[in-house]
């Protein structure tokens, strides 16, 4: 095992220590003397347009910054992951969700752990691609003939953020007539909710479950079991015996999972199941066959353009020198944040609808992955680590929380994500709604920045107490990505972006960012407490006085 380097030991550390001593950002004064600041720090990374201009760095900075990853070894560990070297450690797991995105196989296949990886993950996406055919054109029936009009995926964390952001995101791309819903929770509100006004003769249930053993998805996916039985039967579609609920389930329930065997166990053909691999993370999976949704409500094409947009990613990333590397920078930019500037949030402020889940999304891949306080040697951190990372879609969060970001004490790095042309093109009395949208994106991102002096608020005619009210400091960092439309292989960018900035971070903290043993604890404490809430006198015994106070709360209101 290659130990991680301690970050804090490198020479590069020592300089941005030094640059942060005494740091005064002053983002007026470094445009007004440089011109060139926007240009110079505009990157390309492929259609994406990024703009790291505003942010607090200077060229120094950014230089040690850059040092810092070089001797931290960044570009070193990324070919580790393209290699198939076992760098989740924790788990002896290669990871290589990179490969799902590649290229047809080449002459030069992946070959990794004697598998070639190219070869398995053809076969499933071509397989993929031919069911969500099958479905889209109506060949694929339920139990009584019907077309599909509804598929209903089953899944949760990256079995279900994914699907969910990417389906709200290119929804407007949908094309056959088939709408996706989305069941995660527990909560039986959840799915009682999302199939109370379905058809069980036209609804498609995916089990999405890298693992086949989650207790939401197990449990929903049995409950959505009886409510497809009891639907069909009580309108006599089907008889009521085994054989015929079989055959219901072999026309409405398709699975997605790493353990086929369970799949089989439940009750789902094995004909009907896509697999994918135990080197697929599952914050990492929404480009594997866990995309199934998306392969039928929006087509296979969609679905592989979107994989061309994570593959580019990965290439700018595998090719480009560290000091224009947009990942890398990314990933640096919030190192310098989190470990010198005492940023202990970042907001991710889509302004576009159809991002509303992307917040979400990243929530689970930056701090599932980057949320430790062990090394990958086991050893612990050496700095602080992963960031809270939050958002909604503008202009929402303007009139709900902007407030604190702009005049509040905490320094909160942000990243705009913006579209030149909408899905929806509308006007407002000749007014285009669109236009209008953006130039709230533009006008955050520059009140941020270069906010608003007393002398110009005094200048307005405010006097008194009010002025320093009314005064904006500024320097609040922003990155503006920019885009000219939300299509599918943009989207593949965006995500694939923001894998490699948590990438990034992981490296330099020392963080095996592909294990999560931190949501393991309240598992089995859940199943621990089950027998205890109902109502199983020992199992009440063996927990802590709040525990059990909670529980004979939960007995005395129960209805
Ligand atoms: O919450 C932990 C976790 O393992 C996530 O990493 C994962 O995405 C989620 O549970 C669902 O797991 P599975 O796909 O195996 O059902």
Redesign the pocket.
Known sequence: MTAPIDPTTTPAWAELSSARDGFSPDLRGWFADDPARAERLSLPLADLHVDLSKNLVTDEILGSLVRLAEQTGVAERYAAMLSGEHINTTEDRAVLHTALRRPAPASDPLVVDGQDIDHDVHEVLDALSVFAERVRSGEWRGVTGKKVTHVVNI??????LGPVMVYEALKPLADAGIQARFVSNIDPTDIAQKTADLDPETTLFIV???????LE?LTNARLAREWLWAGLSASDAIADDDASRTDAVAHHFVAV?TALDRVAAFGIDPANAFGFWDWV???Y?VDSA?GLSLAITLGPNAFRELLTGFHAVDEHVRTTPLERNVPVLMGLLNVWYTNFLDAQTHAVLPYAQQLSRFPAYLQ?LTM?SNGKSVRWDGTPVTTETGEVFWGEPGTNGQHAFYQLIHQGTRLIPADFIAFVNPAYPLSDDGQDVHALFLANFLAQTKALAFGKTAEEVEAEGTTGALVAARAFSGNRPTTSIFAPSLTPAVLGQLIALYEHITFTQGVIWGINSFD?WG?ELG?QLALQIAPAIGGDADAVAAQDPSTQALLAYYQEHRS
């Open positions: 899944g949760i964390g990256g079995s279900d999405a479950s890298k693992t086949f053993t989650t998805t999972s993370g599952g914050r999976s866990i689970q599932e999560q949501v598992k």
